[in-house]
Every structure is written in C-alpha cells, then in structure tokens.
Nanobody, 121 residues
Framework: QLQASGGGLVQPGGSLRLSCAASGFSLDDYTIGWFRQAPGKEREGVSCITSDKTPFYAQSVKGRFTISRDNAKNTVYLQMDNLKPDDTAVYYC?????????????????WGQGTQVTVSS
C-alpha cells in the first residue's frame, strides 16, 4: 500500500514537503512517480526517481520541486518550493519498474491515495 501525505494550504511562494510511504512491500526496486490532478484536468506527471536515485522533472516544476528517497524509511519525498496557484491539485504517488524514467500515468501500476495541495492567498 502507498500513502501520500503532507498536503495542505499554502500561500504563493510557500513550500510543502510531500511524503509517499509504502507498507507491506519495499520501494527499493521501484521507480516512484509523483503525479497531480487539478479539477477538470487530466492527471499529469510531476517528477519521478529511479531505484538508483536518478531524478526527473516535468518542465513546469523544474527548479522548484526536488524529489528524493530514503530507502531506510521506505519513503519518497517531494519538496515543493516557490509554489504557485497553478500547482493546486491532488497529488498522487505511484510505482513502476525500477530503472524506468517516465511521467506517463499508463506506465505506473500501483497508486496511492492522493493528498490535496492548495496554493492560494
């Protein structure tokens, strides 16, 4: 089971750190992706990190978001800085094959429940 947490309400320019924790299995051998879905829009990929800790970012978040993983805690993090109203969405984490670099939702197999991020003044 995957569980995303850490969402909330933040002002523009603020920061949040999301966590994706796994229970019942190890994340070590998986690529973990972060995705988001805003109301009325399709789910889109935000960032992913491979099993060997190679990160990848969507252009819209590059330079603002940082993905990392702590295998000892079986958790992946998404540090989100300089947040903008357009970042408002439900954020999800998901797993796929360990060395795959992809932000395509169709390539991810196991999904967690989302966490709401709202950026508003």
């Amino acid at each position: 089971q995957l569980q995303a947490s850490g969402g909330g309400l933040v002002q523009p320019g603020g920061s949040l750190r999301l966590s994706c924790a796994a229970s019942g299995f190890s994340l070590d051998d998986y690529t973990i992706g972060w995705f988001r879905q805003a109301p009325g829009k399709e789910r889109e990929g935000v960032s992913c990190i491979t099993s060997d800790k190679t990160p990848f970012y969507a252009q819209s978040v590059k330079g603002r978001f940082t993905i990392s993983r702590d295998n000892a805690k079986n958790t992946v993090y998404l540090q989100m800085d300089n947040l903008k109203p357009d970042d408002t969405a439900v954020y999800y984490c998901a797993t796929t094959h360990g060395l795959l670099i992809s932000l395509r939702t169709t390539q991810y197999e196991r999904w967690g429940q989302g966490t709401q991020v709202t950026v508003s003044s």
